[in-house]
């Protein structure tokens, strides 16, 4: 079972999930579920949609290579977490592409550009 990580009170991190986890993660209080996983990646869950909606929770999958963590593609990425209630769980097969997305979303917000961000991301190695 992947650990999920708690960054701060509107987000969290983790690989990809268990459908017990998912239950788990709607009994603590999250609001929201964002798979950032392609349905050809190892551990994908074909029903994490249903049981999501099923315990209450709302749920896009938003498949992410990490090729797409660009301005452009983050920019979608950064919209949805904007509209999604809070609190959210990202989640992709590894939790890497989750932290880097998370990271870029505060930074974003803070008003850091998002090349300083980026380059950030990239001297972490999480791209």
């Not at 989750?98 to 090349?115: H, M, P």
Request: glycine share 6%; net charge negative; aromatic share 8%.
């Amino acid at each position: 079972m992947n650990i999920v990580r708690k960054i701060n009170d509107e987000l969290a991190i983790a690989g990809q999930i268990t459908l017990d986890q998912l239950q788990q993660i709607a009994d603590e209080g999250y609001k929201s579920v964002l798979n950032l996983c392609l349905p050809d990646e190892t551990g994908w869950l074909a029903d994490e949609q249903e049981k999501s909606k099923f315990l209450g929770l709302y749920y896009v999958n938003l498949p992410t290579k990490p090729e797409d963590i660009n301005h452009q593609g983050t920019l979608q990425i950064y919209q949805v977490i904007t509209e999604l209630p809070k609190p959210i769980l990202i989640h992709c097969d590894n939790s890497i592409r989750s932290a880097a997305i998370v990271l870029l979303y505060i930074a974003i917000k803070q008003g850091i550009t998002f090349e300083k961000a980026f380059e950030k991301i990239i001297s972490l190695g999480l791209i």
